[in-house]
């Protein structure tokens, strides 16, 4: 029981509130959320840290009508919390139930779906130039952290915000971290302002005081806008978003609710594009989070009192077991140097990163520059390895073609969290790569069925392999171990297991169900081989050909997307080649696979075992 956050459905109610209530329902909203998020696991640190930016934009703008727009969204379960969605809070990230996103099928208050970073002050704009052509009066904003704006998405958004006329505002979360802590040019230059505080609120102060005083207080502080550089300079210092066109305005305390509002208001006031730069603690009011607020960006279950978390974490998973490997290797190969995209915890690079730092590139939320840098790295005579989750490595489509293929440069992509995800949902599942890597000229892909696999991939492609080569593993440690399983070989698939009927050509951990449906259908009395793909492009005519005169029927499984996969190209193939044999498909029919848990997605997607060998029964019995 709440006494304020009980009573708050939506915005407006969060309106009729006095800065006394407003400090205790932040309270009380932090408390909900630890409480819930500690039985759901979801990303904690990043919406602990703007409760009273969230309570502030409600009371400065106008919701529904008044659009704002939260970059990656995964800071918004305040926004959740307060806009009617407490009572389904429970069921955060489970499937069936609220994603841990904004989505606007779920709310009148989630305007625009996000999930990938650096998206937000695009987004807006269009919102705003969308309001001035249809001539109606409702304000905009996006809120971007500093990490986010590591992307260059964002300067792209910047750049071209800045001459507009009519209000348009962006709001900085700056709490100095990514996941990790921020790197680059931009946070360097965001810890400067922070350090001159003092100096860039006598300016924004100077600033609300002429626009103050009306009739003559906008004009002069256009005049003084205008002025030319130099002299203009010793007026006034400005900020990089100054002089991109942006009012400026901060930093301020992303905690003082008074303060908040007030400039927001402000900001609301003044006609063109302004960036209102606020300082918000990641993981503020749970001591663990703010202790070590990279840990509790995305959190499990965990209990409250401790911060411990309630299930025991994996020692092996696929990430830190190609962490691993990476780092035997880079003693071998002193070419070998690894790339990040924020995420160097995540991809299992920490370790790399601490031993060969000089070897070891962060390049920020910046996927579509960390491509075109690794080409620019093997140009310069390096082995660059890439790590990236598969649903952010979509963000480099044409650097992946124009920079790396269209050259074929020999560059290692080690595609982390291939397939099903889960609990992030449809902008984090990992089920688009197959195809357009397949698509791409030169370009081979890999998928390992285990760790073993993964580090004789990881090996061959780092040091034999020419050309551009992806390899593509899952979340979590799901491994097919078969017996006597030679090594790898590029383009040479490996029979897992004898049979007669049909042949399931498995692609990466799908080895897995491929066997469980296998041991499924002895109990009707059919006798099925198991093909561990290995390689999924190029496929090789020859084996695909020798398989379909041998088997009656073919079966492909793959965790990927039908359309441009491993399946559609085994049946190019037998197309080609005048085949008759029975081909199977098994991949994700609905390219959208929504969020919950990874068992229970495969299952709907029937890519678990069972469905597998329905499929196969009624494609064999009719
Ligand atoms: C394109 C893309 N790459 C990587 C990620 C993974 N990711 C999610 S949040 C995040 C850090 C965002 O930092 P910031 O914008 O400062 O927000 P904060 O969590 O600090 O509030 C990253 C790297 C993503 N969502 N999108």
Redesign the pocket.
Known sequence: MYDILDKINCPADVKQLSFDELKRLAEEVRHFMIDTVSLTGG?L??SL??VELTLAIYQAFDLPQDKIVW??G??TYAHKILTGRKEQFHTLRQYGGLSGFPKAEESEYDVFNT????TSISAALGLCEARNLSGEGHYVAAV????????GMAYEALNDAGPIKKNFIVIL???????SK?VGGISTYLTKIRSKPGYYKMKARMERILLGIPGIGRPILGALKKLKDNFRHLLTSTTIFEDLGFTYFGPIDGHDMKLLRYVLESAKRIQGPVLVHVL?K?GKGYRFAEES?AEY??INRFDIESGMPKSSSQTENYSLAFGKELVSLAEEVPSLCAIS???PI?TGLSDFAEKYPERFFDAG?A?QHAVTFAAGLSKGGYTPVFAV?S??LQ?AYDQLLHDVCLQNLHIVFCVDRAGIVGEDGE??QGVYDISFLSAMPNMTVLAPANFTELGQMLRYAATEHQGPIAIRYPRGSKQAVTENAPEFKLGVPHLAANGKDACILAAGTMLKQALEAKELLENEGLDIAVLNLRTLSPLDEETVRGLAETYPLLVSLEDGVRRGGVGEAVASILTRTNQTAKLLIKAHENPVVPHGAPALLYEKCRLDARSVADDILKKLRG
């Open positions: 990303h640190a990043s840290g703007v970059d990656v995964h800071q999930g990938h970073s650096s971007i952290g500093d990490g986010a704006l590591t992307g979360n700056d709490n100095e971290m990514s996941i921020n918000t990641k607020p960006h995305g995209a924020a995420m995540g939320i996927e989750y649903s952010f963000r902008t984090h």
